[in-house]
């Protein structure tokens, strides 16, 4: 069975660009979380999605933002990039949004902003 | 708000030495605890984990912890280390299972020969 699936692996941005960041969940699953971990952190929570409804919003500024297809595929959204938001980008899914259920985090997406 | 504390930054072992990589968290609720290990350029993956019940868990890899809510603990332990275990390991606590993980800042393993 095929994992968590994110798209594209690396990306190079330039300061003040938009980026869409992309991730499949593991069949049958309905939860989608981003996380953010910045070089030599550990990963920090953005959102969590379930059923395409926002279920979790971390500590981020509204240039973040975030949808659920039907399908239960997930975009995120950074808008006006900042030197800062260099990181890698990790998807993570799940069954439920709780209930004893494990995340299972996908490869991530490498974003450089230059 | 739920916090966690990994003690070391960096944890250098021999191998077939034994290593334990501690971990302390803080919550006002109870709490799910999770260790996930990350390889070089790659993503997480799931060591183990502390839902309910028994206290001493035990993982993939022959990894093992123990859940100790008096002293706020989740301490990770091998009893002989590989080469290949050299990796980040992160401390991760929920109030569900998969809600909203909370890490620590990690603790990188190395093993040498």
């Known amino acids: 069975d095929a994992g968590v699936t994110q798209s594209p692996t690396h990306l190079i941005k330039t300061r003040g660009q938009h980026v869409t960041l992309r991730c499949s969940p593991i069949?049958?699953?309905?939860?989608v979380s981003w996380y953010q971990q910045v070089l030599g952190q550990g990963p920090q929570f953005i959102f969590q999605?379930?059923?395409?409804?926002?279920?979790g919003r971390g500590n981020f500024p509204d240039r973040f933002s975030a949808r659920q297809f039907p399908n239960y595929s997930s975009e995120l959204n950074v808008n006006a990039l900042l030197l800062g938001d260099s990181a890698l980008y990790l998807c993570?899914?799940?069954?439920?949004?709780?209930?004893?259920?494990?995340?299972?985090f996908g490869q991530g997406t490498r974003l450089t902003v230059v | 708000a739920q916090s966690v504390t990994q003690l070391d930054s960096q944890v250098p072992v021999f191998e077939e030495a034994p290593v334990e990589l501690r971990c302390n968290y803080s919550?006002?609720?109870?709490?799910?605890l999770f260790w996930y290990v990350q390889y070089p350029n790659q993503g997480l993956q799931l060591l183990l984990k502390y839902l309910s019940g028994s206290t001493l868990v035990k993982g993939i890899n022959g990894f093992e912890a123990e859940f100790n809510k008096s002293q706020t603990s989740f301490h990770l332990r091998k009893p002989s280390v590989h080469i290949s275990d050299t990796a980040e390991y992160f401390c991760?606590?929920?109030?569900?299972?998969?809600?909203?993980?909370?890490f620590g800042k990690g603790t990188k393993l190395t093993v040498n020969p």
């Open positions: 919550s006002s609720v109870s709490v799910y």
């Open positions: 993570a899914s799940s069954f439920h949004y709780s209930r004893n259920t494990e995340a299972f």
């Open positions: 999605y379930y059923e395409k409804e926002e279920r």
């Open positions: 069949s049958g699953h309905k939860s």
């Open positions: 991760a606590v929920s109030q569900g299972g998969s809600e909203k993980l909370v």
